[in-house]
């Protein structure tokens, strides 16, 4: 299987990526934050309290995200991989990734990190955010919480993948296709590995 973590701050192009990579190689797309904004379409409880928090730029607490990646891939235990979107999110979901793929007989195969700088980050957001109807994407001060809850509890995850030896960083700003260029020659090299 073809596990891949896409990593970055908000607004990288993690989501953009995921779509050519699921027509290039046929992983099935888990994003915690399209998850949550189907929970929150479909009004339910835990829609409810992760709004809350989402539109005011902070994470979900773990044992949420955590539970919901679980159930996606007991539902989908046939496929020929995944790419995770968002996910993990903290060092806690990253160890907790690893123990229910290692449940599974199966692990990541690697991250890759794309690497974007503030300023390109909020250009970018608050462009989506004009006719994406997304609360956290219209306000800067909101978009700036985002970015600080990156840098505090989402970059250490880096450090995780490094440690492992699974970890690739690409610059993300360029065309859509020149990045999933390089995202495509890091996914090949892994595939002869
Ligand atoms: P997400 O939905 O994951 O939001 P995101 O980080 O903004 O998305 P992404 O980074 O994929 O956006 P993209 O670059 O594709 O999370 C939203 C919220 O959900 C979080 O703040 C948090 O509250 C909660 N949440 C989600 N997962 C969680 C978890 N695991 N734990 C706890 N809480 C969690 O796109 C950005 C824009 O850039 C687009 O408009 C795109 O068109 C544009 N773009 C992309 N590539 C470009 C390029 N090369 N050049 C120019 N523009 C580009």
Redesign the pocket.
């Known amino acids: 299987m073809l596990n891949l973590v896409l990593f970055?701050?908000?607004?990288?192009?993690?989501?953009?990526?995921?779509q050519k990579l699921i027509e290039q190689y046929g992983l099935i797309h888990l994003?915690?934050?399209?998850l949550?904004?189907g929970e929150i379409a479909q009004g339910t409880t835990l829609g409810l309290e992760?709004k809350k928090?989402?539109d005011d730029?902070?994470?979900?607490?773990?044992a949420?995200?955590i539970g919901m990646i679980s159930n996606k891939l007991d539902s989908n235990k046939d496929g020929k991989g995944f790419i995770f979107?968002?996910?993990?999110?903290?060092v806690a979901?990253a160890e907790a990734l690893d123990s229910l793929l290692t449940s599974k007989q199966s692990a990541i195969t690697g991250m890759i990190a794309l690497e974007v700088d503030d300023d390109e980050l909020l250009r970018?957001?608050l462009?989506?955010g004009k006719d994406?109807g997304r609360p956290?994407?219209a306000n800067p001060e909101v978009i700036s919480k985002?970015i600080h809850?990156y840098n505090d509890k989402t970059a250490p995850v880096a450090g995780f993948y490094k440690n492992q030896g699974k970890f690739k960083s690409i610059n993300?700003?360029?065309?859509?296709d020149e990045?999933f260029g390089q995202i495509h020659a890091i996914i090949e090299a892994w595939l002869k590995d």
Not at 57 to 62: A, I, Q, R
Not at 172 to 176: E, F, N, R, T
């Open positions: 970055g701050p908000p607004g990288a192009g993690k989501g953009t990526q995921s994003s915690t934050g399209d949550l904004r992760a928090l989402m730029g902070k994470l979900v607490p773990d949420v995200v979107d968002g996910f993990p999110r903290t979901q970018r957001l462009l989506r994406s956290d994407d985002r809850e993300g700003i360029g065309s859509v990045i």
